[in-house]
């Protein structure tokens, strides 16, 4: 199995910056897509960015301008700096990894716990 664990959410005042983490671990051969998602309450989850494992980028128009993923393949860990944060980037945000645990298996999804991201204005 694959575990995700998020890090560096927290309360930021509003045009402040935060940078997410998240690491994964466990039985994988291969890490492929890694991503950012965010629910907010009453809402639904929502993509806010990803990365493929060659580092091609996709973005929310929302995140488009203040947020950038990377990743770090080495240490199986994409992060999320998020700059200009504004009260409505307020949210529980996700990992999520597309993933092989053995080579004959296909992609997976796995999830992390999330972690709180609140702006305050």
């Known amino acids: 199995q694959v575990q995700l664990v998020e890090s560096g959410g927290g309360l930021v005042q509003a045009g402040g910056s935060l940078r997410l983490s998240c690491a994964a671990s466990?039985?994988?051969?291969?890490?492929?897509?890694m991503g950012w998602y965010r629910q907010a309450p009453g809402k639904q989850r929502e993509l806010v960015a990803d990365?493929?494992?060659?580092?091609?980028?996709n973005y929310a128009d929302s995140a488009k301008g203040r947020f950038v993923i990377s990743r770090d393949n080495a240490k199986k860990t994409v992060y999320l700096q998020m700059n200009s944060l504004k009260p409505e980037d307020t949210a529980v945000y996700y990992c999520?990894?597309?993933?092989?645990?053995?080579?004959?298996?296909?992609?997976?999804?796995?999830w992390g716990q999330g972690t709180q991201v609140t702006v305050s204005s």
């Open positions: 466990g039985s994988i051969f291969s890490l492929n897509t």
């Open positions: 999520k990894a597309a993933a092989k645990i053995v080579a004959w298996r296909p992609l997976g999804d796995y």
């Open positions: 990365i493929t494992a060659g580092g091609s980028t």
